[in-house]
């Protein structure tokens, strides 16, 4: 699998900024450069530890309004801790809460010394604590922690949190990118499979947008459970390939959206279900449109379909007879909002995907790492996250941020 690396050719110190405790405040003192040597982050005998951060203070394209911003952050005390994050991915409603499209808006604020008011980009990653204040009672330095409320702002090499702010996660086999991708994809998928009609082994669901994480997930979590499943994906070159490694995921059957639209799938489905004898009773949904309104289709009478994404960006059209005549039941999902209200079952569910995970019951979604180290440039980091909004990619993208 390719991977992107992202960081700086450059072995030179550029100018940085150093913090210096004097007269009860801090001034700063732009550093010269010293030669061909390794840059580092500085941290200054008072414990005051530099970061950096994507931040934007309008809304609008990545490319436009992400800024790579670097300040101070002062030593834990209290319930406080610092986070130095490992990993955190670039998911499709990171890119949608920059463009303002998202419903979950973060609180923008000067809180980090941005000259206007900012907020940090991401939603999901892992951290490491470096250091705890002394109130901090069930995490220590070193615990691997995960965000409990989404727009907490992942995309950093540092933050500063309290304490009811992250969920402790056992670190021990697993990995930080494993560990930075849980929170989201895979327990959306673990709960619209288990949340909205009872499925037993044996039984069908059928999904779009298949070779998604979610997707992904909820093949493996249905062959798991001995469920059965029915994919659509978009066309794209490799098809085949793709094909094969989702049925190598557990995938029953994969189709194209273009197969999906045809008359002929109806019959199709048919023929796989038994004449229609095996029920589809279930159908996860994250694209809209057409696509959407074919699975509706091929469902069984009292069936549900779960909506969580809108990647075509248009609505569903659905004939009334479905909701008449077929009793079809339709409901949306959005994990967030989800987590917010069940905060016990949510650290549940990522116990149960991590133990899933360490026992090779998950494989990892294919991702394409940025490195991100403290001399990595602005532009590299931004054309990134952009990148993530063009064509067909490899992977998932994922910051991968080295300790320096």
Not at 289 to 309: D, E, I, Q
Request: glycine fraction near 8%.
């Amino acid at each position: 699998m390719p991977i992107e690396r992202v960081v700086s050719k450059s072995g030179l110190i550029t100018p940085s900024t150093v913090y210096f405790l004097c007269s009860g405040c801090l001034r700063k003192q732009n550093i010269a450069p010293q030669g061909p040597q390794q840059q580092r982050r500085q941290i200054s005998a008072y414990g005051y530890t530099q970061a950096k951060a994507l931040v934007y203070s309008q809304y609008g394209e990545p490319k436009d309004v992400l800024s790579l911003h670097t300040h101070s952050i002062s030593p834990a005390h209290s319930t406080r801790l610092i986070l130095r994050f490992l990993a955190s991915p670039l998911n499709p409603a990171d890119i949608n809460q920059i463009q303002g499209l998202y419903p979950s808006r973060p609180q923008m604020a000067t809180s980090l010394g941005t000259a206007q008011p900012s907020a940090v980009a991401g939603n999901e990653g892992v951290a490491e604590i470096t250091s705890a204040g002394s109130a901090v009672k069930t995490i220590q330095k070193g615990d691997w922690v995960l965000m409990r409320r989404p727009a907490f702002g992942t995309w950093r090499t540092h933050a500063e949190a309290d304490q009811s702010d992250v969920l402790r996660i056992e670190k021990d086999g697993i990995t930080p990118i494993q560990a930075g991708t849980v929170s989201i994809n895979p327990c959306t998928a673990y709960r619209m499979l288990k949340d909205f009609h009872p499925l037993q082994p044996g039984a069908w669901f059928i999904q779009n947008g298949a070779n998604s994480g979610v997707g992904r997930a909820a093949i493996q979590l249905g062959k798991l459970w001995g469920l059965r499943s029915i994919n659509v994906v978009r066309d794209r070159p490799g098809l085949a390939d793709l094909k094969k490694e989702l049925q190598d995921l557990g995938a029953d059957h994969v189709v194209t959206e273009d197969e999906a639209l045809t008359r002929d799938f109806a019959e199709q489905t048919k023929e796989w279900t038994r004449a229609g004898r095996e029920p589809i009773m279930l159908a996860l949904n994250c694209v809209g449109g057409k696509p959407a309104t074919a699975l509706t289709k091929v469902l069984s009478p009292g069936a549900h379909m779960v909506t969580y994404g809108a990647m075509a960006r248009k609505p569903m059209d659905l004939p009334t007879s479905a909701l008449i005549f077929r009793d079809l039941h339709f409901h949306g999902f959005w994990v967030s909002r989800w987590a917010d209200a069940h905060p016990q079952s949510r650290e549940q569910t990522v116990g149960e995907i991590l133990g899933m995970v360490r026992r090779g019951e998950l494989r990892d979604v294919p991702v394409t790492e940025v490195e991100w180290g403290w001399e990595t440039k602005e532009k590299a980091l931004v054309e990134a996250v952009q990148g993530t909004l063009e064509g067909f990619r490899p992977g998932k993208g994922i910051f991968v941020f080295r300790d320096e």
